[in-house]
């Protein structure tokens, strides 16, 4: 029952990552019909041939790239659509499959390995796309506003290595329950693992440390952003600048902020959510062993929210290229680069700055 309290014998009961969910509480239709496996596998078809099609098409800009400005950003653009693919791939090949054949998880996976597993990858994959976000915001805000402050820009090799940082600490977040800090349990309406929103010490404290590091990520990309916008603004609308302008650096803020918005939508409501409720229950000290039916529904709803981030993000690269605007709106020219917004350089260091 979900009255009765831990004992020494519970790491070896399924309830360990299963008690958070009752899957026998008289929901049986609504689990049906929420739980649709052409919803699932729809979603999952969609996502995975956008951020395909949109890694084919980074790869075809990459290879006719000649600005150096503009590798950087490419490089960790193509780690976001790697990760948003890679995460719906995952995730897909667990959830689908337990749609059609409706298998018993505590039967199937007794230890919790396979529940383990998809917790983890909810969460890396989750918060991969939020930090390589604000990362991405980083380098352009250095890029636009110090543009000359580095001889060249960040080398391809540096790039992946930013893009390795963020998805071993990433890793390294995901693998912390694992370790005994929170637990990873299944979901309403059986589907799914992800942490567990219960009062006990290790699951809030891994709950707030996820939530609160995607908040602090959007809102860092927000302030990056809105300020290199603000920049390139300013910058643009000078007199003697005005018919100078470059629209590769327009042309990866549009995209920047069109990824800011849309992790803005689809995250937010979910973060803010998982912190309201592990406060809520703080009072209740562990008392609360099963996760209420409306908690339980309205996070299903957040997660499906999240979903469409990993379909929509690699929308905004493909359809906001110079060579996708330039049809619709013919007058768009390529012109010269940021640094000929700035005051006149010497000959020989604006060589430096602009050779690529």
């Known amino acids: 029952g979900d009255m009765e309290p831990p004992n020494s014998s519970a790491a070896a009961q399924p309830d360990v990552c299963f008690g958070v969910f009752n899957a026998s509480d008289g929901r049986s239709n609504a689990q049906k ?9 729809a979603f999952g078809l969609i996502g995975l041939c956008s951020n395909l099609f949109a890694l084919c098409v980074l790869i075809s800009s990459s290879r006719q790239l000649s600005s150096r400005s503009r590798s950087p950003f490419l490089v960790f653009l193509c780690g976001l659509v790697v990760t948003d693919f890679m995460g719906l791939l995952v995730t897909a090949s667990v959830i689908i499959p337990y749609h059609f054949i409706k298998f018993v998880w505590a039967e199937v996976d007794p230890s919790c390995h396979l529940c383990n597993f998809l917790g983890f990858s909810m969460v890396f994959f989750g918060q991969c796309p939020l930090l390589l976000g604000a990362t991405m915001a980083g380098e352009r805000f250095f890029g636009i506003n110090h543009p000359f402050s580095r001889s060249t820009s960040i080398s391809k090799r540096r790039a992946w290595s930013i ?45 707030l440390l996820f939530a609160l590091l995607g908040i602090f990520s959007v809102l860092l990309s927000f302030i990056f952003n809105t300020v290199s916008v603000v920049t390139l603004c300013r910058v643009y609308h000078d007199r003697e600048s005005v018919q100078r302008r470059r629209d590769s650096e327009v042309e990866m803020m549009v995209q920047l902020v069109g990824i800011m918005i849309i992790a803005t939508i689809c995250w937010m409501p979910l973060l803010i959510f998982i912190v309201q409720t592990v406060l809520q229950q703080l009072p209740a000290r562990g008392q609360i062993r099963m996760l209420p039916t409306e908690t ?61």
């Open 296 to 356: 339980q529904e309205m996070l299903l709803i957040y997660i499906r929210m999240v979903t469409w981030n990993q379909i929509l993000d690699p929308w905004v690269y493909i359809l906001f290229r110079r060579a996708v605007l330039q049809r619709v709106y013919p007058s768009l020219r390529p012109r010269p680069s940021i640094l000929s917004l700035y005051p006149v350089l010497n000959p020989s260091l604006r060589r430096k700055f602009t050779a690529g």
């Open 33 to 41: 019909s929420i739980a649709s496996p052409w919803f699932s596998t």
């Open 163 to 207: 893009v390795g940082l963020v998805w071993g600490f990433s890793c390294a977040l995901g693998l912390l329950p694992v370790l005994g800090l929170g637990k990873y349990t299944l979901q309403y309406p059986g589907s799914w693992c992800f942490l567990t929103l219960l009062p006990d010490t290790g699951d809030v404290i891994f709950c």
